[in-house]
């Protein structure tokens, strides 16, 4: 199975970063990739994930990620965020839809 | 009786008249603040690290409902929550305090109940030291909470619970805990107040998606409602039996649906899946549409999910949209809010009269037998009569086990609060604590806990409470001296192979509740089974029927395991 990326935004609260792990690991799917850029505000979280079997699909794994409380948004194009300082790794990825 | 001084169980008083003065610590902030929620009363057991709340809650309006075990205080929370449609509220201490409560909170978020749960910490300075009676319960929870906090600074704790009761009960509900350090909970307070309570709307549903589920209804031949436990939690259910009675559309209901519809209504084929009706299993792996309302496609509902309904489209309400395409592929999904949702749907009755004579004959050809061998008393007969007998304000409190399913295929709902079962978890020692929280939330009901001699064993403390607060519950104990469930799949797929499910040296349950100062009976024979029902419902203060039952006696029907509904063995 391929390793699929997922660029999430979510508030930096206690426990936020643990919580949005845990999940993608109890449903399934295994964490290849992280990146974290340094932020002043909301976090961006690029994660490689893979599924453990053919039954998981990475829509339903965006969709359970996105009710998370804190979660800003969800994609599966990196996108950057507008008040970030503006990590390395940042300056040459576009904006999602 | 033991002359216990009963407590007053007057309600509290209301927010307006509770103590005005200003709280000073942030203990007594956070009982401000559950009182602005509108929360009257709270489970739990103190302990060191949350001493500080347990000390503002005299004289605070709030009412304290003291259990003799944490999970019990979870339990009560959530059924509280389940009879009320409010939050359920219970709180802990640190360390096992917080651990205890594990399973009920488990219990709220598989079940999707609203619940806050407050657990003391120990001090902040003390966290990650392996500090006496702390552990990481909010690591702990994070798989089993909506969501959770850590309260760093008091000036915080006004939003932090606001935010817990608006998540805990927006969209689909759930548990929420605060972790409440104690060196937070005892600092002084100088400006920060309660919060308003702000609950999110439910999502709307778009238009389009409706118009192409109106379009599909149209076009089926062989539709039928599958009914979840979203539609009571999305406050559906006047818009779900509108639009039923007036489509004629062949119901269905998950564990957690039932109640949706009245037992009784025309149109409803009883539960599916692993326990349910051969009429309902039938309809379903028939139907070429099924209209999935607040459900998720639950193993124990579907059966093997490849043979489950495999003629039919499916049209997907729910409040979720993660549990549309999580299991079961939607052909159309209508995400957001669901009452909005069945209001929308054109209410008439559709031209499918030979689906609904298949459906009636279905029914009349599989309906359940009462007249079961032998002298005994049988369950079913048992649970169906006494559901009538108590009539509309009827409340089962299930624990876990065979006499569950009796209690889901047997007995008469007429509303969906009436059914409090631990159906995602299956968490045995649920009945005793559920039936407490029920019946506090709702004096006038006959609530009645349904239980085994195996699961009463895991919260039997909680008799002791019944008696201390007066609590008019009724418990019916079917007692077979076995883990029945377990010996029942024991003899069906394990070849007999009879393995640590014998409970021959139970105590006398009548005996052990009249110690904790419960009046209690024991029957046996089926000419006792009306005497005890009456019995039951004509006594005033908590009573235990202790009710002897065959020991071989099993479930039927059954879907065996990695079988398709079809395939139901039914005796």
Redesign the interface.
Known sequence: MNTQTLSVELQPAEGAVLRLIGLVERRGFEVRSINLPASTGSLRLDLGVRARDTARTIETLHRQIKRLSGVCRVSETPFTLTNSQGGGDEQNQHKSA | MNAIPKPDLAPPAAPDSAPKGAPKTGAELVVACLRAQGVEMVFGYPGGAIMPLYDAIPGSGLKHILVRHEQAAAFAADAYARATGKAGVCLATSGPGATNLLTGIANAFMDSVPMIAITGQVPSSLIGTDAFQEVDI??MT??VV?????V?KAEDIPDIIAQAFA?ATS??PGPVLIDLPKDIAQSPITKARPAPRAKAAPKPYTAEALADAIAMIGQAKRPVLYVGGGVAKAGAVEALRRYNMLAGIPAVATLTGLGALPTNSKDFYGMLGMHGSKAANTLVQEADLLLVCGARFDDRATGKPDAFAPHAKIIHFDC???E???LRAADIAVPGDLKAALEGLPAHILDISPWRERARNLGQKHAFDYNAPGAGIFAPAFLKRLSEAAGDNFVAACDVGQHQMWVAQHCRFSRPEAHLTSAGLGAMGYGIPAGMGAKLARPDDCVVTITGDGSIMMNIQELATLRRYGINLKIVLFDNATLGLVRQWQELFYEGNFSEIDLYDNPDFADVARAFGIEAFTVSRREQMDGAIARLLATTGPVLAHVHINPRENVWPLVPPGKSNIDMMEH
């Open positions: 909010f690591g994070m798989p909506k969501h959770s906090f850590l760093r998540i969209g689909r979720d949209p993660a549309i395409g999580k």
